[in-house]
Structure formats: C-alpha cells, structure tokens
C-alpha cells in the first residue's frame, strides 16, 4: 500500500521501449539498463518485457475501471 506523499515514477512510452530493446536485442543487464535509462527497479523492466512478449501495449491503466464485457 502507498504511504502519503509517497510519489511513483513514471516513465514515457519511448524508455519502456528502449528498455524492453536493450534487454531483448543487445541482451544488457538488468542494472545496466537501470543505470543507463535511470529506471528505478528491475520489475518495472521485467514488466515491460512481459508486456511486450504478450503483445500488450506499454499503456498504464492504474486507476481505470474497466467493466468486463458481458457475453
């Protein structure tokens, strides 16, 4: 759960996807992506790989409610 005034990065379309690159295509490490693109933690990276491999976009969908649709 989030403290008050604890603040989350966010990060552009276009360094998740040269982080999900980086890791895909020239096979760089976890920290070394990190450092590079200052990113925070190795899940948000691992996310957007996962996102990527699935065919997902990179779109942050916190705080939309989404109904399911009804068959």
Do not use: C
Not at 15 to 33: D, G, M, N, T
């Amino acid at each position: 759960m989030a403290r008050r005034g604890q603040s989350f990065a966010s990060y552009s379309p276009e360094i998740k996807a040269e982080a999900v690159r980086l890791r895909i295509e020239e096979k760089a490490s976890l920290r070394e992506i990190r450092l590079r693109l200052n990113i925070r933690s190795d899940t948000q990276i691992i996310g957007w790989v996962k996102r990527h491999e699935s065919g997902l976009s990179f779109e942050d969908g916190r705080g939309l409610w989404r109904r399911a649709e009804e068959a």
